[in-house]
């Protein structure tokens, strides 16, 4: 487990809604809105007050309450600002910070303007327009890179899918770490059923052993 820093801040809460608009984070975070929840968490769009040399100002928080949280799902969170403070690359979403405030535990990542790849296909859909194929080719290219960037490290995504997938400036992040998993060596295996069912490989499916090749399914 990581040692996360413990911030001192006093965080107003609504019992509906956890944090809110104009709250303050860590003594530099403020709550600008709210951009989603899941089941592990709720998302932020926050401003950064402390922001470092050739940094955003506008940057997401993930907040997940550690108090109601199985203790694998604790590891879980963990985990994602784990990898995510060791991978750098143009195709990953960038990891900032990652620290306790009172009973939550956060992840401060990079802001992807561009929402996720699911959300900009329903845009298309609605409007009834197709996607250029050179737009395609370009998106699946970063994609790849971003990919091989991790496998290349004996790191598993294991849910590569378009809500997981962000633009910035029409270009592609990876991003959402929290069922990743960190492969010992080249001969490890994971075995772990989990992920999206419509996007698991068939090894997954069948509770088999499984290794990159999972991802690129």
């Known amino acids: 487990m990581p040692k996360f820093r413990q911030t001192k801040q006093a965080v ?11 709250t303050l984070i860590a003594q530099r975070y403020v709550i600008q809105k709210k951009l989603g929840s899941g089941s592990f968490g709720t998302v932020f769009l926050v401003l ?11 940057k997401v928080l993930k907040e997940i309450s550690v108090g109601n949280l199985k203790p694998n799902e604790t590891v879980q ?31 401060v990542t990079e802001y992807c303007e561009g929402k996720d790849l699911e959300c900009k296909i329903e845009e298309y859909k609605k409007a009834g327009q197709l996607f250029p194929e050179i737009q395609i080719i370009d998106w699946f290219l970063q994609l790849l890179l971003g990919v091989h960037y991790i ?29 990743s998993r960190l492969l010992m060596g080249s001969c490890d295996l994971a075995t772990t059923f989990t992920g999206t069912p419509y996007y698991m490989s068939p090894e997954v499916l069948r509770h088999q052993g499984y290794d990159s090749k999972a991802d690129i399914w």
């Open 151 to 179: 496998h290349n490290r004996n790191v598993l995504h294991r849910d590569l899918k378009t809500k997981n997938i962000f633009l910035k400036n029409s270009l592609i992040k990876i991003g959402d770490f929290g069922v």
């Open 12 to 22: 107003n809460r609504s019992p509906s809604t956890g944090l809110h608009t104009d």
């Open 48 to 58: 950064d007050k402390k922001v470092g040399k050739e940094e955003e100002e506008l």
């Open 77 to 107: 969170a963990s985990t994602e600002a784990q990898l995510l403070s060791k991978l750098d690359h143009p195709s990953i979403v960038k990891f900032y910070s990652s620290f306790l405030e009172q009973d939550s535990f956060c992840i």
